[in-house]
């Protein structure tokens, strides 16, 4: 029973990491990012959120990829599904101005109010929005590994500040591992993003114009 935390940390370590992509999703996320640099109307823009958004659903994770989908979806004008997109780059790779301004943008473009701050929550909670899930719970991990080596010091008879140290690993195992553990349930029990009232992860062939097709014309399997 002592080991069960350390095994979900563990896991939940492994789980924030993207692993190593596919050559199909190397090529869909340089696609997406051609997209987004020569993108200059609404619908172009779509279209590399599309791109994007292929990748999450083959299960990429990553805060980069939440990132560039947030703001294509924002120069697109779907600032609802921007939100969503911004609020999961920074779950997982920490907050950061250019992540808090897209954000405030797409908020501001559903309450006014909203452009005025984030809530109060984030400077209380700074190391939970700060920091990215993989780097949370890995603090939280090696957190608790110190916990049982220093416990374990104590019992042999070592007394000058273990008791110190060991309520600080405990600190940092509730207050890391809780915010890591609660950020991958948040991202489990997320609701897949729509475009335009259709599941925005289309096939290949759906998503890009054919070559050799007239223009406004999507190439059929």
Request: net charge positive.
């Amino acid at each position: 029973m002592k080991t069960w935390p350390a095994i979900l940390l563990i896991a939940t370590v492994h789980a924030a990491d993207a692993g190593v992509p596919s050559l199909e999703q190397v090529f869909s996320w340089e696609e997406a990012n051609t997209r987004m640099a020569t993108a200059r109307t609404e619908a172009d823009f779509l279209l590399a959120a599309r791109i994007y958004l292929r990748l999450v659903h083959a299960g990429v994770r990553n805060g980069s990829l939440f990132y560039n989908l947030g703001t294509a979806l924002l120069k697109a004008r779907r600032y609802e599904e921007a939100v969503s997109a911004f609020r999961r780059a920074e779950r997982f790779m920490g907050s950061s101005p250019e992540i808090r301004r897209n954000l405030l943008l797409a908020l501001a473009h559903e309450d006014k109010n909203a452009a005025e701050g984030l809530g109060w929550t984030r400077w209380v909670l700074f190391w939970h929005y700060g920091l990215g899930l993989r780097t949370r719970a890995t603090v939280a991990a090696w957190a608790f590994c110190a916990f049982w080596v220093v416990l374990a010091l104590r019992v042999v008879g070592v007394r000058r500040l273990t008791g110190t140290l060991l309520a600080v690993a405990a600190g940092l195992v509730v207050l890391f591992g809780s915010s890591a553990v609660g950020s991958w349930q948040q991202e489990m029990a997320e609701c897949p993003i729509l475009v335009g009232g259709e599941p925005a992860v289309p096939a290949v062939s759906e998503a890009l114009p054919a070559t050799n097709a007239p223009t406004g014309v999507e190439k059929r399997p």
